[in-house]
């Protein structure tokens, strides 16, 4: 046996290729699936889970699984657990009479129903009818979606029929209703079936998380609109020779705040709403559709619906972008402004601090010249009382000469001794 160490993640990242794998799922069959929005209520949607296998009679989900699928008779239950959602998909198979009004949710607990955690966002119907079954599209419209306008195509290179209004149609289990597919297997077999199955439920299910960020931008639109209207009279202030930059400064700071926090509101929203979007143009795109008469494809149709949204929530973005700019060059412009005043002040300053500087530097020389006569006097003085003393002494001393030849010595003496001090203390 070979003992290599092994990558802790290595079956965890094998086994992703087989995460949420479909259900074979052979015709006839009627489908339900629920998708639950939650905001960190995680825990709560695996113990849903695990309440309903335990009444079901299923074996357990793991702790740890993100995805599982158990069959009970005639019921197949299938749950996912994603980022923000989780769904669940059943799968009612044998024949029936008319398909949305026996579905598979009449098998399961009505209580466990109504206690599930999280906000309903997707509830759907579906019907799979074997090939004989197939109708024109215009009975189908009036048989099960009210005579409204379908969007259908041919799916899987032709070997199925998918048809759906994407309206929410009456349901006596939910007062808002339910959408609707019926699906024709013309030559598709279980296995093609579950895939199809699993990627119209999934077209739909990102479809309206995507559109989740319309809202936001339309609300983000206002705002931008407000924060731009404020920046652009802060601007037209700027431009007048006299104004409070300070004051303007603050309001710049308080704009750029107001604008970073509504960009934290729906960075997360839209970044969303953009990957959404995508996995809708890929789902579209596995179901290989071929354009019926007379009928709106599905790529066709989110392109002309969903694309604008998603093309609103774009330009809220780069609107956000733009005002973030505009914000930065104003703030720096103005911060420019204000250093280039606080310069000429500080020049100003040092311009003045020279003045009192040289007008300090002629007082201390007219102090020095000052000190000199002081201090020559002082010793002179003391001087002409030594030349007494000797002279009382007995020593015959002419004083008053003496004391005047002394003055240019000792004035000499001072002013060479206060040099001396004043280099001593520059050093």
């Not at 601090?353 to 000190?371: F, H, I, K, P, Y």
């Amino acid at each position: 046996m070979i003992t290599l160490k092994t990558h802790p993640l290595r079956r965890s990242l094998n086994d992703e290729a087989h995460a949420r794998p479909p259900v074979a799922i052979p015709s006839p069959a009627r489908l339900t699936t629920l998708t639950l929005f939650f905001d960190e209520a995680e825990a709560e949607q695996r113990a849903a889970m695990h309440d309903l296998a335990n009444r079901l009679g299923l074996p357990l989900p793991d702790a740890g699984q993100v995805h599982y699928t158990g069959v009970a008779g005639d019921l197949t239950v299938r749950w996912a657990l994603h980022t923000e959602f989780a769904r669940y998909s059943f799968v009612l198979s044998g024949d029936f009479v008319e398909p949305f009004d026996r579905t598979a949710l009449d098998r399961l607990p009505g209580d466990w129903l109504n206690q599930l955690p999280g906000e309903l966002m997707v509830a759907t119907h579906a019907v799979l009818l074997p090939a004989e079954q197939e109708a024109p599209a215009a009975e189908i419209a009036q048989r099960w979606f009210g005579g409204h306008d379908l969007i259908g195509a041919e799916i899987g290179d032709g070997n199925g029929v998918a048809y759906t209004d994407l309206r929410l149609h009456p349901d006596p289990r939910l007062a808002e209703g339910f959408s609707r597919f019926v699906l024709i297997d013309r030559d598709m077999g279980p296995s093609q079936s579950g895939r199809m199955v699993q990627r119209l439920f999934e077209m739909e299910t990102y479809r309206l998380l995507a559109l989740l960020a319309l809202p936001e931008a339309k609300r983000q639109m206002r705002e931008l609109d407000r924060l731009g209207t404020l920046l652009r009279r802060v601007t037209q202030r700027m431009a007048q020779p006299q104004g409070h930059d300070a004051g303007m400064l603050d309001e710049l700071t308080d704009l750029s705040a107001q604008a970073e926090q509504l960009i934290a509101q729906s960075q997360y929203r839209f970044a969303a709403a953009r990957a959404y979007y995508q996995l809708v143009g890929r789902r579209i795109g596995e179901l290989r559709e071929r354009r019926l008469s007379g009928l709106q494809p599905f790529h066709e149709f989110m392109e002309r619906r969903l694309g604008p949204a998603m093309e609103t929530c774009a330009t809220a973005v780069r609107r956000q972008e733009r005002l973030m700019t505009r914000l930065q060059r104003s703030t720096a412009l103005l911060r420019t402004r204000v250093e280039v005043v606080h310069e000429e002040q500080n020049r100003a300053l040092l311009a003045s601090m020279d003045r009192r500087a040289a007008l300090q530097l002629r007082l201390q020389e007219t102090v020095e010249g000052l000190s000199v006569g002081v201090l020559t006097y002082y010793a002179v003085s003391l001087l002409g009382y030594l030349f007494k003393a000797v002279k009382a002494a007995g020593l015959h001393l002419n004083v008053e000469l003496l004391t005047g030849l002394s003055i240019p010595a000792v004035a000499f003496s001072v002013w060479l001794g206060m040099r001396r001090v004043k280099r001593g203390l520059q050093h």
